[in-house]
Nanobody, 124 residues
Framework: QVQLVESGGGLVQPGGSLRLSCAAS????????VAWFRQPPGKERESVAS???????NYADSVKGRCTISKDNTKSTVYLQMNNLNAEDTAVYYC??????????????????WGQGTQVTVSA
């Protein structure tokens, strides 16, 4: 099995920055496409940022210019750097990793895993 461990969330003041991390552990896993989602209080989950296997990135208009998604295949970790945070960024953030899993001596693609979420609160 593969589990995703999220970290980096917390309480920050408006204008502050955070870097969220999402590390895969357990079975051998090769990261492909990665993405971050968030669920503000009282709202549905929404897409924040994504990166395809070729490195192409996409960002929600609400975070464009303030957030950067990246990944480290060696560490099996995906990151979300968030700058100039405001109250609207308050939400539970979830990572999603796609890729290949080692089963026996073979790699199989098409696996998708979600993190359990980490709270980001922006408040003065």
């Amino acid at each position: 099995q593969v589990q995703l461990v999220e970290s980096g969330g917390g309480l920050v003041q408006p204008g502050g920055s955070l870097r969220l991390s999402c590390a895969a552990s357990g079975s051998a896993f090769s990261i492909g496409a990665v993405a971050w989602f968030r669920q503000p209080p009282g709202k549905e989950r929404e897409s924040v940022a994504s990166m395809s296997t070729d490195g192409t990135t996409n960002y929600a208009d609400s975070v464009k210019g303030r957030c950067t998604i990246s990944k480290d295949n060696t560490k099996s970790t995906v990151y979300l750097q968030m700058n100039n945070l405001n109250a609207e960024d308050t939400a539970v953030y979830y990572c999603r990793l796609e890729g290949s899993r080692l089963v026996g001596s073979n790699w199989y693609s098409g696996y998708t895993y979600w993190g359990q979420g980490t709270q980001v609160t922006v408040s003065a």
